[in-house]
């Protein structure tokens, strides 16, 4: 009788999960190299994953780096009625932004633009908005409209309208960012789209999560609790570390063959999906590339020949008494130019090569991260 009422709690809460299909489209890495100007953006646009994490001098400045190689979004709808954008479903910001139709910039020529007059329930704001990174700025206008994610709809949810973007931004294969970290993080001033949901009553838990596949199609977010079927074993828990506003995490150490190589003493990490590759500081990120016989180039791009990927070890991350171990198959990135390593130099982030071997689960009412092997 006891399973049987478990089974049915179970089924009441998965009926009421919101799931949003994500793709895995072309990276804006694929794209400039079939048009051969990767090189050119890579020197002009810095990788600094690390940028949005740092401490801001201004609330209403948040640094953003061009990531050549994230490529999961999903579409959501704004307005009523809808008008429907492809976005990046990033746990390392909190707000939510798409172009307007008022953009002037060229990257705004490749996405879809919102017209704020199409829509009968958009409600214009004064606060205008300013994203920076570390080659111009992105900036806008905000208002108040209605958000369709999946089946429902969530009311007056602050949004940004980009008038203005940088280049790099026509390349990725998204149009917008939703941010799914806490409202202080949100330099809109409004309260992040995910907490709108519990708050208006749209989910049954205060929990999200993500299943990112490696083929084009598969990849999940699931709003409002977990789904077994994107996991196989349990969910293993992770507090998070200090009072911050980002999903941080504590790292035990990252050892290959049972030798630390990195993270030795521990260290803090952010689980970001808005990240490509797994982010740490230099004098680590090389010790690990060492191990796997990578080459560094000027970019921080580890080269390995693909012929060896069979013969390299497993990484294992051990985190709050878990071991999460990362075989050759996540951790080496392929590409047109061949085979490079998912580690980069910077502050010490988990991001899409860590997130697609282990399904991950956010519970923001008990402030903890869940890892699970991934199906």
């Known amino acids: ?81 809808p008008q429907f954008f492809k976005v990046l479903f990033d746990t390392g910001s909190s707000d939510l932004w798409v172009p307007s139709i008022r953009c002037t910039s060229s990257a705004c020529d490749s996405h879809a633009k919102f017209n704020s007059s199409a829509s009968s329930t958009f409600q214009a704001d004064t606060k205008t908005f300013y994203i920076s990174y570390n080659s111009g700025f992105a900036a806008g206008s905000t208002g108040y409209d209605t958000i369709k994610i999946s089946d429902i709809y969530v009311e007056h949810q602050v949004l940004g309208l980009t008038e203005t973007e940088a280049a790099f931004l026509g390349s990725v294969p998204w149009d917008g960012i939703l941010g799914l970290a806490f409202p202080d993080m949100s330099l809109e001033g409004g309260t992040p789209i995910f907490d709108n949901m519990w708050n208006q009553g749209k989910i049954p838990q205060n929990i999200f999560s993500i299943y990112l596949s490696s083929s084009v199609e598969g990849s999940m977010l699931i709003l409002g609790g977990t789904d077994p079927s994107y996991y196989t074993g349990i969910i293993n828990w992770v507090p ?130 869940g890892f699970a092997q991934a199906v």
């Open 240 to 369: 998070l570390y200090h009072a911050t506003n980002f999903w941080n995490i504590q790292i035990q150490s990252i050892t290959i063959n049972g030798n630390t190589v990195a993270c030795s003493g521990s260290c803090e990490a952010v689980v970001d999906s808005g990240t490509s590759v797994i982010i740490g500081p230099s004098n680590d990120i090389n010790n690990i590339n060492g191990w796997l016989g990578a080459s560094a180039n000027e970019y921080g791009d580890a080269s390995v020949s693909c012929s060896n990927m069979n013969l390299m070890p497993d990484i294992v991350f051990n985190i709050n008494g878990y071991s999460f171990s990362l075989p050759p198959s996540a951790y080496i990135m392929k590409s047109a130019s061949g085979c490079r390593t998912g580690f980069a130099p910077g502050t010490w982030i988990l991001g899409e090569v860590f997130m697609r071997q282990f399904y991950t689960a956010f519970d923001v009412s008990n402030n903890m991260v």
């Open 1 to 81: 009788m006891k399973s049987a009422l478990v089974l049915l709690a179970f089924l009441a809460v998965s009926q009421g999960l919101l799931r949003i299909p994500l793709r895995r489209g072309k990276s804006a890495r694929q794209l400039l190299e079939e048009r051969g100007l990767f090189e050119e953006y890579r020197r002009k646009f810095p990788y600094n994953p690390a940028a949005k994490f740092l401490p801001r001098n201004e609330e209403s400045v948040v640094p953003m780096t061009f990531d050549p190689d994230t490529t999961y979004y999903g579409v959501i709808g704004i307005g009523t009625p």
